[in-house]
């Protein structure tokens, strides 16, 4: 059975893969975030899995950090993920490496039409802000151009663990899942 550490490893790896892959398409399509922007992080109703987070509860609890992260799930009233920075003239994801999928592919991926055809699936600020860039990565794509398309990095995730990987929330509670999944692990094998 594959122990939630090789879990980890298989997740870090494909989180790397994700990182180089939407880094092509950015590069090839021309187009990338407004600097400083973060607004997608803002939306409320972003979905995740607990799966993709685990590697971030992995590493809290290597660090000590598992209650205080609880108490700062159990604080929080909102729906903006709780690791959103946007005071103070900070602005940005407090665990950008450790994030989730969702942060790493929305806005450079594609969906697939019923036809298996992929579709960019660029962000609403990208499409106001830099509508011609948004066109050009489209045809690029159109055009045979290399994508990362979302629905294959979730199937690789859910081959990792098919309950965990499949079940989408809302951010800061898949977070907690996977905080959680940590947390009884940690016990279980102490209590062992
Ligand atoms: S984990 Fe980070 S990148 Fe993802 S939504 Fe939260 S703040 Fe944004």
């Known amino acids: 059975m594959i122990t939630l550490y090789h879990k980890v490893q298989k997740i870090e790896s494909l989180q790397k893969s994700i990182d180089k892959d939407t880094r ?7 187009i990338d975030c407004e600097k400083h922007c ?18 971030f509860a992995w590493h809290a609890c290597r ?6 992260w609880f108490d700062q799930l159990e604080k929080n009233e909102g729906r903006q993920c709780i690791f959103t920075k946007l005071i103070d003239s900070s602005w940005g994801c407090s665990i950008y490496p450790a994030r989730g999928f969702i942060c790493r592919l929305f806005g450079f991926a594609a969906t697939t039409d019923k036809n298996g055809h992929p579709a960019y699936g660029a962000c609403r600020i990208l ?39 499949t079940q989408f929330m809302p951010i800061n509670d898949a977070i907690k899942k996977a905080l959680e999944i940590v947390y009884f692990h940690l016990h279980y094998r102490e209590a062992a």
């Open 38 to 55: 973060a607004e997608c992080c803002r939306y409320h109703d972003i979905n995740a899995t607990p799966l993709e987070f685990l590697p």
């Open 24 to 30: 092509i398409f950015k590069l090839s399509a021309g």
């Open 63 to 68: 660090l000590g950090q598992l209650d205080q």
């Open 127 to 165: 499409k106001q802000k830099q509508p011609d860039k948004v066109a050009k990565a489209g045809e690029f794509i159109a055009r045979g151009g290399r994508v990362p398309v979302m629905a294959s990095y979730y199937r690789q995730l859910a081959a990792i663990d098919p309950t965990l990987g």
